[in-house]
Nanobody
């Protein structure tokens, strides 16, 4: 089974940048990032086909966030630029083993422990 370890969260002022990392062991067909703010439902942020180039983003982050992967390091990254206070939340890496890839929960089987991102105004 895939195991995931996230890192890279922290606190930053609005307009700043952060890069999240997720090291994945095991096989997957799709990797993604999700986030959950206090009192809100978990939201899909971005996804990438494992070993491929196809990516997908939530409209709220398109143009500001970029998901990439380093296959040799088995690591998926989420580069977050021009951060806004509404980007604050716990960010989770996720891995899927099914036929579909996209930033919706049903496409993912395994979840990381999460890393906190806080953006102040």
């Amino acid at each position: 089974q895939v195991q995931l370890v996230e890192s890279g969260g922290g606190s930053v002022q609005a307009g700043g940048s952060l890069r999240l990392s997720c090291v994945a062991s095991g096989r997957s067909t799709c990797m993604g990032w999700f986030r959950q703010a206090p009192g809100k439902e978990r939201e899909g942020v971005a996804s990438i086909v494992t070993g491929g180039r196809s990516t997908d983003y939530a409209s709220s982050v398109k143009g500001r966030f970029t998901i990439t992967q380093d296959n040799a390091k088995k690591t998926v990254y989420l580069q977050m630029n021009t951060l806004k206070p509404e980007d604050t939340g716990m960010y989770y890496c996720a891995a899927g083993t099914g036929a579909y890839c996209g930033p919706v929960s049903r496409n993912f089987d395994v979840w990381g422990q999460g890393t906190q991102v806080t953006v102040s105004s």
